[in-house]
């Protein structure tokens, strides 16, 4: 289903709901390739159903090295690079690419898996700060329902107007805008259905909302950006500096905790 992008909202609010704009058989292949792969996995390691909880989390469970490269190696199932093909064509069929400004669209895409009640790996309140480009918007896709007992994202509507806001890089990993600057905004849960798409502005804050259901929450987030306002990461006059020199920052952080741990 084409759509046109709700421009009005993304401007006032920060961020626009645009329904079905997945076709179901997107949606049903990514979980015929995860039941495949969950099916093929027990039948190597001899594992056997663990009641009211999924196989993949079944998985997920075991940890370590394992987990980590569980993670890693689903990026890459086929179902999400098509998908990936869909959802930009029906941008393109919408002209939601065009009324976004953007000359050429380029997208880096991540699969979230939240698994039941796993508050360890929640996003805390932040912006998109990774972006290099001018013109950069994030679209999150469920491929499950999403609700306050599922798990979802808040949003506090029109923050994106505050341009970027210094986080707090205490937690290299996971830096978060100070309480100070929360303190008192409303905000919104998202109830979305399986091939929406929430577009918002990469300044928009927002932050995860615990899976409280037995059931793994899917999302695709693509980082959408217009190559053709890429910005000079050396250049101080740069209206993206204070993101790039975020970014840089969060790394030396990282790399020093790294080598300590050694």
Not at 12 to 17: A, M, N, P, T
Not at 181 to 201: K, M, R, T, W
Not at 214 to 241: C, H
Request: glycine share 6%; charged share 25%; with cysteine.
């Amino acid at each position: 289903m084409t759509q046109q992008i709700d421009m009005r909202a993304l401007d006032e609010r920060g961020y626009c709901l645009m329904r079905g704009i997945l076709d179901k058989r997107v949606i049903d292949d990514f979980e015929k390739e995860i039941a495949d792969f969950c099916a093929a996995q027990f039948a190597k390691r001899g594992l056997k159903p663990v009641p009211n909880e999924e196989p993949l989390t079944t998985l997920f469970k075991i940890g370590g090295r394992y987990r980590h490269m569980l993670f890693n190696m689903l990026q890459s199932l086929t179902s999400l690079a098509y998908l990936k093909v869909s959802l930009f064509d029906q941008f393109k069929k919408g002209g939601a690419l065009e009324t976004l400004g953007f000359q050429l669209p380029i997208s880096t895409t991540g699969l979230r898996i939240d698994l039941p009640f796993d508050v360890k790996h929640e996003e805390p309140w932040h912006q998109d700060y990774s972006s290099s480009c001018l013109r950069a918007f994030h679209a999150w896709v469920p491929l499950r329902r999403v609700d306050s007992h599922y798990g979802t994202v808040r949003v506090i509507p029109g923050t994106h107007k505050r341009g970027f806001v210094a986080h707090d890089m205490s937690n290299p990993r996971r830096p978060f805008l100070p309480q100070q600057v929360i303190a008192g905004l409303d905000s919104v849960v998202i109830e979305a259905d399986p091939g929406d798409a929430l577009i918002f502005n990469s300044l928009t804050f927002h932050r995860s909302e615990t899976n409280q259901s037995n059931r793994i929450k899917f999302i695709v987030g693509y980082m959408m950006q217009d190559l053709a306002s890429m910005e000079d990461p050396e250049d101080p006059t740069s209206p993206i500096w204070d993101m790039f020199e975020m970014t840089r920052r969060r790394f030396e952080l990282n790399q020093a905790r790294a080598v300590e741990a050694v």
